[in-house]
């Protein structure tokens, strides 16, 4: 698998830095946010785009549920595959993400299964 550029938002200090360890250990190039709003100014400034986001669902600033709508209203934006990453989502919620695009919902883990789950993610092929 050619190598990928990933933005990833979450709130969780650990998990960003078991997620950033895991993907440069895959083989990717990865940019890790805790706030939406920062990541956002990073997406509309950047000349290269990423390849897919992985958005946690409980921020302080610009929400996933909130940055969805922003991505795919922009012309320039909406084509980056999304996964929400998330510890548990609501039957309703997990509606909401699918009807607004999202690619795929992933359920955090912990240790070999969440490298193994991360791998699955960046090998599927995501439709646009």
């Known amino acids: ?15 960003l830095y078991f997620f950033k ?8 190039r990865i940019s890790i946010y805790k706030d939406g709003y920062k990541m956002m100014q990073d997406l509309k400034q950047s000349e290269t785009k990423p390849d ?7 921020m302080p600033i610009l929400n996933g549920k909130e940055l969805i709508v922003i991505l795919k209203n922009s012309e320039n934006l909406k084509a980056i595959p999304i996964v929400i990453v998330s ?9 909401h993400y699918q009807d607004a695009g999202v690619k795929h919902i992933m359920k955090k883990t912990k240790g070999t299964d969440y490298k193994a789950a991360f791998k699955e993610v960046l090998e599927m092929k995501f439709v646009l």
């Open 1 to 15: 698998m050619d190598s990928r550029t990933i933005y990833y938002l979450d709130i969780d200090n650990e998990d």
């Open 21 to 28: 360890h895991v993907i440069e250990a895959l083989g990717h």
């Open 52 to 58: 897919i986001l992985f958005l946690g669902t409980h």
């Open 87 to 95: 510890g548990a989502l609501p039957k309703k919620l997990l509606r």
